[in-house]
C-alpha cells in the first residue's frame, strides 16, 4: 500500500502540480491564506486514486470546515488525510519549497505517510512500526547535534500563541541558527532527515502534522505539544502545537527550555 501511495502522490504532483508551477490563476480563503486552481486539482486528483488503495473517506484541506469535522469525527473505519499543496505561498511564488501530502490514519493515528516535493524529486515516505526513507535511503541521513547552542532550529514564530515564548526565542536563541521555509510538512521531514534538530510550532492543522510526524517519529524523533507531553491525544486535531527533536537529550533540554520560557 505505501508503494502503491508513493506512485500515487508522484502522478499528481505530474499531472495536476507542476503543469502550474510558475502558471497558475490565485485566490483567497475567508481566513486571507492564498490557494491555486492547483491545489483544487490536486485534491480532486487525490479523492479519485486513494479509494483504490484504501477504501475509506478522503479530508482534504480545501473542503469547508463543516465538511472536515463531519467527516474526522465518522471516521471509525479510518480516513485519508490530504494536503494538496502544502507550503501555497511558496508555490505561487515560484519558491521550489512546498509538497504534496498524504496519510491514512486509524483510530487518531497515522498509519501510512507520504510527502513529496516534486521540485527536487524528495519523497519522504513512512509505515507505522516499519521505518522511515527518502527515495529508499533510511532516515535519519545524518545525527543531529548533541547540544542545543550548536542545533538548526525549525521555528514558526507567528503561530507561537506566546508572545513571552517568541520573545526569548527572538532575544535568547538559546539554538545555533534558525529556519523558517514555509512548508510545515516539510519541516517535518527535515528533522526526520537530520537537516533540523529542534522544531517548535504554535499550532498546525491535522493536514499539516499526520504524514509529517509518522515519517519523524518513524525515523526515531521525539515529540510533544505545548500542552502535554502525548503528541497524538488531546481534544486539539484540528490544530495542534509542536516541540520535536531527534535526539533524546537534545529532546529534554529543548522541552524543558520551551516549557520555563513559555
Known sequence: MLNRLQTLVREVARAEVM????????????????????DLASQAAFAYGLPDIID?????????????????????????VVDPIDGSNNF?????????????????????????????DEC????????????????????SAKKLKHAIAGVEIKYLRSGKLSSRINTLSPFGSIRSLGSSTLDWCYLAAGRYDVYVHGGQKLWDYAAGALIFEEAGGLLATLEGDDFWSGQHVFKRSVIAATEPELFATWLRWIRENQ
Open 56 to 80: 475509506c473517506p478522503m479530508l482534504g484541506e480545501e473542503m469547508t470546515e463543516s465538511q472536515q469535522r463531519r467527516l474526522w469525527e465518522n471516521s471509525d473505519t479510518g480516513l485519508w
Open 92 to 120: 505561487i511564488n515560484g519558491i521550489p519549497h512546498f509538497a504534496l501530502s498524504a496519510a491514512y490514519i486509524e483510530n487518531g493515528r497515522a498509519q501510512l505517510g507520504v510527502v513529496y516535493n516534486p521540485a527536487n
Open 19 to 38: 503543469p502550474h508551477f510558475l502558471n497558475t490563476s490565485v485566490s483567497r480563503k475567508e481566513d486571507g491564506s492564498l490557494f491555486s486552481e492547483a
Open 124 to 143: 519522504f515516505y513512512a509505515e507505522r512500526g516499519k521505518g522511515a526513507f527518502l527515495n529508499g535511503r533510511p532516515l535519519p541521513l545524518r545525527r
